[in-house]
Structure formats: structure tokens, C-alpha cells
């Protein structure tokens, strides 16, 4: 074990994997010898050389492009998108090929090599465009896998398990935590499972449930709410899509409440889903309605950041709501 | 039926466009004189001082506001070091009425059409006068009543935007045209490709100017395309182009002047190509020292496009050391007292977050207002920029 922040073990995620596999490659803006804007390819060039890491040219739909042609091909392309607001002008290599590849091929061709890494969200005054939770879009879209980690730990095993899964992978890091979230990680190489959510905490009297840079939010609000002595069950999805249905659903038949969180505005957002399926699967179970702690109906704000976000504040006011409803 | 007007021929032949190798233009020597056979173009006193009362503004507004996100005052900011001469000798050959759709750089431009330097930090600040209500991060500056568009972060976006703005000034007939400002990077989006193309198929009067400052962030110009450089280009979309020396401030204003023309009475669109160099670090986030040396910036250091006009005009003896002098002080002071001015000014009003988003508030964002409000006043402490505005009417 080796304590490291969350980009030390993205990393040496990539490390792993370049060593383990000739054919992974890691490419994308700046991601060569400077090692990515906030370095998580660092030292990789300088280790596997200029033809397996490299700077691309600036143009994010030609980056996955790319990279769908070279998974096509055999490869394990892991494509970096400087930052999670800036994938769109590849939504269209996303949506309508890598995640219909296999599908509209008969399975005779598949991108499943691919893994397309993007720091994400909100919290480091980035305004409109250096905020965004983009996971809804591309959990709208079958075919694709979504994951985010929470944690240093988590990063470095899902990460490896999604550039050797044999699906497309999304990879949205919380660059909020990439600094700021340290902890213990494992040598070596290990992968966590994607797919299945993790219960972090078990409780009684509601679920609370997140992903990603939420999960410490959700852990502030928590200890309020236990103070208050509501007894709480903490789950962190881990992977979007597919999303693990059952240990959701198996909590909320326990608790018979649920409160979702998540950065991304409202309306359409991932919460509205999940909420959806638990009130299938739980309707006679639950009992107060599901709850969404979520950024506003809005673009995301600079100055008033802090009123729009969806903060440990407004997770246990929730909570609090959710309990004594 | 075909579109191609080329000869057959009946051996495989191919060509790589080198007969296409396109000249830099030049005007100004370091010196401030001029290059023999070069002939300044028609500015006068008071022009020229407007172009260099700009860019002087322009250096000293960087310099503090750096120094003032290095103290923590301010949360982000990008210097235009080096590329004075390539944004303000172009917005100078323009008329001010001219649509400028800039990529972030280019506060030079702003500057010399007169925005202040009150505007300047209203929206570096974020404050209550902020026109852009405190939403976008430092530098992304807008102004409607001098023709600038907002800033977009998203690279590249406003090149086919310019293009479309462009046709409907045409359309209107107001013999007026459209500038997008760009980086050798962002030449690479698939944004500039579709406007450079809708460009000359439309026949729309804009004009492409690509500041070559030689990085994308981190990334050379040399890792960014193998071409020689971007103007080529323009040839692949049958578009006129031109190559100039971006720290040369005659050289940049002549030829925007000449490619305005093609643009307004020809509708012929125009790409060109500055060649200059990013001094300052991309961002205040941004340190160069982890891929480029010292060295090669020293080089650049020696073409300063401020230093290289001013010598220029010194020559035309209208302009002195002691007005210089005057000057910079003058600028310095009033920086720094505007800034202070700025800091204190409180955020834009709460309801700053729900407007704009359309041109009505819809009930569902209300709805969500109202529960916003009511937690902040719950939570008063926690919220002190916006507390205030949420006393009474529980």
C-alpha cells in the first residue's frame, strides 16, 4: 500500500497498463511530455515513448475518432478530453459509433478497447464551462459504460477495469478530489468491478446515494444527520450505466427511503432514472418520496457557485426531510 | 457532374502543395524602421496613438491582474504578452463597427475600441456590474455596444459562428464584416474546417485571423499540424490568404486594411495567418517551464511588438520617452485603483442564477429558486454573498 492523491493512482493505473499491454495507448491534449494539464500522464511518455503517448492535435472529435479506429483495430486506446465540457464535439463519435460498433456490425467489429478518460464537475470556480457533469448524456445512450470513481483507491481499480473491459468505456474523474483526495492505494495491479455499486455504510432509516465527488458530500451531510440521530446507508453507485439495479433496490426495501445526489442540473438528470426504477421495484416500501439533491435547471455559475451547488447542506437538509416526512 | 476544373493527365502524379509555400509580410524592423521597399500604411498621429495607447494599456492591465491572481485576488487569468501587435493592428484596420468574434486573447481589441478599465475588472471581479452577471471565469469579456461577442470558453466555436454572422451583414447589406480571432491550436477544430468552407461557398465577408503564437497549451505548433502552418489552408477552400509577421503592428493592420476590402466590396473571405509568440504561460494555471526553455522565449523577448512599434514612433517623432513614462504611470495607478474599486463591489444580485437561462424564468427553475431561497435563509451564515438578499418573507 502507498498513500497517493487521486491523480497519483490514475497514474499508475496507466502505468499498469501500458506495462502490461503493448497495446494500450494513451493520448490526447497536452497529455505528452507535459503530461496532461493536471498531469495524470505524467512521466508516461518519457517511459513508453512518443508513439504510445503522445500530444494530439487539438480537435476532441478527431481525438475519438481516432481512438474508435484504433480499438477497431485491436487496441486499447485511452483517450484523455482535457475536461468533461469539452467531449461534445465528439458526442458524435461517442454516441453513434463507439457505443453502436458491435451492435450495427453483428458483433464482426467492436471498439470495446476503448476507454475515454475526462476530468468532471464543479467546485474549483470554473464556471460555466469547467463544471460540467455531462454522465446523463452518454448514460442515454446503450452501448456505452459509465464510471466514477470517489476516491484514490477506486480510481486506480476502475480505471484498469475499464480499459480492460471489453466494452467502451467513459471515465469521468472528479477533478475537485484529484488533489484533494488522498488515501491508501494498492501495488500493483488490481481491478473493482464494474457494474456494481458499493454499500460504504450500512443504516436504517435512509439510503443516501451518490457517485464520484459527491460521495464526500454526501459523507459531511451523513455525520450531521447522525448527530441528529438518523440512522443513514451510504451507497456510491461507482457505474452509471449499467447501473446496478439490485443493491439500490435492496437497500431501499430496508430503509424505505432514498436520497439521491448529484451535481448535474434537475431535470434529465441521472437521479430522475434511478428514482424511477426504485419507486418500480420499492412503491410499496417506500416511505416518503425519493429525494434529489442536484445543481439547478441552469448553466453552472462562477460567483454564485456555492448557492448552486448541491452542498453537504442541502444533501442533509434532505435527509432530514426524507426521515421526518 | 463534376465540380473539377483540372487538366488530365495519364501518369499517376502527385502533389503536396509545396508550390504553395506562402510569404510573410513585413514592415517593421525592431528598430522601428522600415524594411526597404515596405511603405507604411495610412495611419496618422491620432490613429497610431490609439493603436499604442492600447496596447500599452493592455500590457500593464496583464501585468497587475497576474500579480493580482498570484496574491489571490483573483481566481484565473491570461496574459496576451506578445500578441499586442497581432490583435491591435488588426482591430485598428477595422471599423468599429466591424463584428469581432474572439477566442479569449484578445483584450487588446476590447481595449482599443474603448472599453475601460472599470468594464475590464467589472467582469475580471465578477461584481454586480459585471455585464456578463458574474456567470463566466475572468476574461471572458463581452460588449454589444462595442460590437465584441462574448467570450465562449469552447475552442474554436465562434470561427463558423463569424461566418454565419458575417452572412447576415451581407444580407443586410450594412457594408459591414466579421473578424474571428483563433489559435494555431484551435485551427484544428473541426469548427474552422466547416467555416472556412461555408465561408467561400456562401461567399461571405469575414475574416479568419489565426494568431500562430506557436502553443497550444503545452503543445508545439510543431506537434499540432505537419503543414507549413495554417494558411495553406485556405487554398483547400479556393479562400485568399495572407502571412504576416504578427509582432510587426504595421505589417498586421495593412494587411487586415487590404483583406477588409476583399471582404466588404468583394465578399471574399480572407484567412490570415499572424506569426507570433505566446510569451506569458497559457493561464495563471499554466507554467511553461515544463516544456519550453528559457531560451527560446529570450529570443522572443527581442521581437517585442510594443517595444517595435514604439521605436516606430518615436521615429515619426510623435511619441516621447517622458509621454511613455506618463503614461505607464498613469495606466498603473488607474489599474490598481479600479481593481480596489472592483473588489469591493458586492456579486450580482441571487437572482442572477435563474435569469438569462431563458428570456423568461420557466416555473420549474422557480419552483427551485424558492427552495434555494428558503435554505439560505436557513442557512444565512453559509451563504454570505447572497444572505442579503433573502431577508423576510419566509
Known amino acids: 500500500m502507498a498513500k497517493m492523491n487521486m491523480l497519483q493512482a490514475i497514474n499508475d493505473a496507466l502505468d499498469i ?58 487496441s486499447f486506446p485511452v483517450a484523455e478530453i482535457q475536461f468533461a465540457d469539452y467531449i461534445f464535439p465528439a458526442f458524435d463519435q461517442i454516441v453513434n459509433e463507439s457505443a453502436k460498433f458491435r451492435y450495427r456490425s453483428g458483433n464482426l467489429f467492436n471498439v470495446g478497447g476503448l476507454t475515454i478518460r475526462s476530468p468532471y464537475g464543479g467546485g474549483i470556480a470554473g464556471g460555466l464551462y469547467h463544471s460540467q457533469s455531462p454522465e446523463a448524456y452518454f448514460a442515454h445512450t446503450p452501448g456505452l459504460k459509465v464510471v466514477v470513481p470517489r476516491n484514490p483507491h477506486q480510481a486506480k481499480g476502475l480505471l484498469l477495469a475499464s480499459i480492460n473491459d471489453p466494452n467502451p468505456t467513459l471515465f469521468f474523474e472528479p477533478k475537485r478530489l484529484y488533489r484533494a483526495s488522498t488515501g491508501e492505494v494498492p501495488e500493483g495491479e488490481y481491478r473493482l468491478p464494474l457494474g456494481e455499486a458499493e454499500v460504504l455504510k450500512e443504516g436504517t432509516d435512509v439510503t443516501v446515494l451518490g457517485w464520484g465527488a459527491q460521495m464526500e458530500v454526501i459523507d459531511k451531510a451523513v455525520e450531521m444527520a447522525e448527530k441528529e440521530g438518523f440512522s443513514c446507508e451510504v451507497i456510491d453507485l461507482r457505474t452509471i ?51 434529489r439533491v442536484t445543481g439547478m435547471d441552469t448553466p453552472f455559475p462562477l460567483v454564485l457557485e456555492k448557492e448552486h451547488f448541491p452542498n453537504h447542506l442541502k444533501v442533509y437538509e434532505a435527509i432530514r426531510e426524507s426521515v421526518e416526512f | 457532374m463534376t465540380t473539377t476544373k483540372s487538366k488530365t493527365v495519364y501518369t499517376p502524379v502527385f502533389t503536396d502543395g509545396a508550390e504553395f509555400r506562402i510569404p510573410t509580410f513585413k514592415l517593421l524592423k525592431q528598430d522601428g524602421s522600415l524594411y526597404k521597399g515596405g511603405k507604411a500604411p495610412d495611419i496618422d498621429k491620432e490613429k497610431a496613438l490609439r493603436i499604442y495607447h492600447a496596447m500599452i494599456t493592455t500590457r500593464v492591465l496583464d501585468e497587475r491582474m497576474l500579480g493580482a491572481q498570484r496574491q489571490g485576488r483573483l481566481s484565473f487569468y491570461m496574459q496576451c504578452t506578445g500578441e499586442e501587435a497581432s490583435i491591435i493592428g488588426s482591430t485598428a484596420a477595422l471599423d468599429d463597427a466591424d463584428m469581432i468574434m474572439a477566442q479569449y486573447r484578445e483584450q487588446g481589441a476590447l481595449a482599443y475600441r474603448g472599453f475601460t478599465i472599470d468594464e475590464f475588472m467589472n467582469q475580471l471581479f465578477g461584481n454586480e456590474l459585471d455585464y456578463g452577471k458574474g456567470r463566466q471565469m475572468p476574461v471572458h469579456y463581452g460588449s454589444s455596444k462595442l460590437n465584441y461577442m462574448t467570450i465562449s470558453s469552447p475552442l474554436a466555436t465562434q470561427i463558423p459562428q463569424a461566418t454565419g454572422y458575417a452572412y447576415g451583414q451581407k444580407m443586410a447589406g450594412d457594408g459591414h464584416c466579421t473578424v474571428a480571432y483563433f489559435g494555431e491550436g484551435a485551427a484544428s477544430e473541426g469548427d474552422f474546417h466547416a467555416a472556412l468552407n461555408m465561408a467561400t461557398v456562401h461567399r461571405v465577408p469575414v475574416i479568419f485571423i489565426c494568431r500562430n503564437n506557436g502553443y497550444a497549451i503545452s503543445t508545439p505548433a510543431t506537434e499540432q499540424f505537419a503543414a507549413d502552418g495554417v494558411a495553406p489552408r485556405a487554398y483547400g477552400y479556393k479562400m485568399d490568404a495572407i502571412r504576416v509577421d504578427g509582432n510587426d503592428t504595421l505589417a498586421v493592420y495593412q494587411a487586415t486594411e487590404a483583406a477588409r476590402k476583399l471582404a466588404v466590396e468583394e465578399n471574399r473571405p480572407v484567412l490570415i495567418e499572424a506569426m507570433t509568440y505566446r510569451l506569458a504561460a497559457h493561464s495563471s494555471s499554466d507554467d511553461p517551464s515544463g516544456y519550453r526553455s528559457k531560451d527560446e522565449e529570450a529570443v522572443w523577448r527581442e521581437k517585442d511588438p510594443i517595444l517595435r512599434m514604439y521605436n516606430w514612433l518615436i521615429r515619426q517623432k ?72 433573502v431577508q423576510g418573507g419566509a
Open chain 1, 17 to 74: 497498463a501500458m506495462a502490461g499491454n503493448d497495446r494500450v495507448l494513451c493520448f490526447g491534449e497536452d497529455v505528452g511530455v507535459f503530461g496532461g494539464v493536471f498531469r495524470a500522464t505524467s512521466n508516461l511518455q518519457q517511459k513508453y515513448g512518443k508513439d504510445r503517448c503522445f500530444n494530439t492535435p487539438l480537435v476532441e472529435q478527431g481525438i475519438i475518432g481516432f481512438a474508435n479506429g484504433l480499438a477497431a483495430q485491436g
Open chain 1, 241 to 291: 450505466l449499467p447501473w446496478d439495479v439490485e443493491t439500490v433496490a435492496e437497500s431501499v426495501l430496508k430503509t424505505g427511503r432514498l436520497v439521491i445526489t448529484h451535481e448535474a442540473p434537475l431535470t434529465g438528470g441521472f437521479a430522475g432514472e434511478i428514482a424511477a426504477t426504485i419507486q418500480e421495484r420499492c412503491f410499496l416500501y417506500l416511505e416518503s418520496p425519493i429525494a
Open chain 2, 318 to 389: 510623435w511619441w516621447s520617452e517622458s509621454e511613455e513614462k506618463e503614461l505607464q504611470e498613469r495606466l498603473r495607478r488607474e489599474v490598481l485603483e479600479t481593481m480596489k474599486r472592483a473588489q469591493k463591489r458586492p456579486p450580482p444580485p441571487l437572482d442572477s442564477l435563474i435569469t438569462d437561462v431563458y428570456d423568461e424564468v420557466p416555473p420549474m427553475l422557480n419552483a427551485q429558486f424558492e427552495k434555494l431561497k428558503a435554505h439560505i435563509r436557513r442557512y444565512p451564515d453559509e451563504y454570505p454573498k447572497s444572505a442579503g438578499h
